[in-house]
């Protein structure tokens, strides 16, 4: 199946583009307070796409998916689904208030989970974590609260101590915040995560992130928003 890259546009002139191989997205243009657009993703990385978790052998992320552009009021998508048995359905949707969504489902009886990796492009950023737990590399969970990855008030990414997964806080939320100083631009992602890891990306100012969705469905959202 050839590959393809569908383009979703805004009335506020962000511009999202999803590849069809791994349901990845490529490119996420948002203004800052002066409307200036910037893309906001370091696309095209080795493992960018959606995984299902646990597929051994199948690599989701490196396949062709189908998919389907989609409109409605106020909003533009693409339906994406992966080949093979279980299928998983993807929906991107972007409004004209600046969200991305996207909607994951697989069948009940499929893999646990999966993930959606993606690279973000944060020089001079600041980051805030809601989270209750981490799992840094290599180590034991155990509490963020008080440890280097205690990200609760926003602190430089430099300061992200490698790699690092977070788990939700006991009332369940789990969200992340990034915020640009110099040109306001703001990035909030949530979602119904059971998981999101965060490393510093191989690429200087790069942040990869893995938010990760228990089966059989659930939902990201990256809310795209300038302070001034």
């Given amino acids: 199946m050839p590959l393809s890259i569908f383009t979703l546009s805004n009335r506020r002139g962000m511009a999202v583009k999803i590849s ?53 009021d106020g909003s533009v998508g693409v339906r994406l689904v992966s080949p093979g048995t279980p299928a ?56 963020a609260v008080g440890t280097a990855w205690d990200f609760r008030q926003p602190r430089p990414v430099g300061e ?17 915040r990034l915020q640009d100083p110099g040109g306001g631009r703001l990035l909030v992602l949530e979602g119904t995560l059971a998981s999101l890891r965060l490393a510093c ?4 100012g790069a942040l990869q992130i893995e938010p990760v969705l228990a089966a059989p469905a659930g939902w990201i959202a990256f809310r795209c928003s300038a302070q001034t």
């Fill in 201 to 204: 990306g191989a690429v200087a």
């Fill in 20 to 72: 069809t191989q791994g349901a990845a997205l490529l490119s996420l243009q948002a203004p800052d307070r002066h409307g200036q657009l910037a893309d906001v993703l370091h696309g095209g990385q080795p493992d960018d796409g959606i995984h299902l978790l646990p597929a051994p052998g199948r690599a989701l992320h490196r396949q062709a998916w189908h998919a389907v552009p989609l409109l409605a």
């Fill in 88 to 143: 998983v359905v993807a929906r991107y949707v972007l409004d004209d208030a600046g969200t991305l969504m996207l909607h994951c489902e697989v069948p009940a009886e499929a893999p646990a989970a999966f993930c959606l990796v993606a690279t973000l492009r944060v020089p001079g950023h600041l980051l805030a974590v809601q989270a209750g737990r981490v799992a840094p590399a290599g180590a034991h969970e155990q509490e």
């Fill in 160 to 176: 992200l101590a490698g790699a690092a997964r977070y788990l939700a806080a006991p009332d369940g939320a789990l969200a992340l």
